[in-house]
């Protein structure tokens, strides 16, 4: 089986201190957390290695690695539902990245607006803040 570090892809050149700063896991990837640039609603979670980053760094587009098909895929390219990058951060401890985008019609491959609507929501016990 062909994992993302094995592809053929050309390789895009990343800051090299981007590239130290991030975390993989053992098949070279991180997550990519996509949020809605204007309302932050959090629309869905993608894998991204190296290269895929550095297409999303250089296209104005979203690209992940998809696990299961084990080739890149640009949101939008077969459903229309296009993500448009307006900012990339990454955490803190470099194993995760906030891509801030402006989609353009479902994010979820379900036809949801987001991919957090599909599965529904788990019973949890909701916290509550101390009195100061």
Not at 88 to 95: A, F, K, L, N, P
Not at 104 to 114: F, I, L
């Amino acid at each position: 089986m062909t994992t993302p570090l094995q592809t053929a892809a050309p390789q895009t050149s990343l800051d090299p201190a981007i590239v130290a700063q991030l975390k993989r896991d053992e098949n070279g990837l991180f997550a990519a957390i996509i949020q809605q640039f204007d309302s932050k609603e959090v629309l869905m979670l993608g894998w991204m290695n190296d290269e895929a980053l550095g297409r999303t760094l250089t296209e104005g587009r979203v690209t992940f690695w998809s696990r299961s098909r084990q080739e890149y895929w640009r949101k939008g390219d077969t459903s229309g539902h296009y993500q448009y990058v307006k900012s990339v951060s990454i955490d803190c401890d470099g194993d995760a990245l906030l891509v801030q985008v402006d989609q353009v019609g479902a994010a979820c491959h379900t036809g949801t607006p987001t991919c957090f609507e599909a599965g529904g929501v788990l019973p949890a016990v909701s916290g509550t803040r101390p009195v100061e």
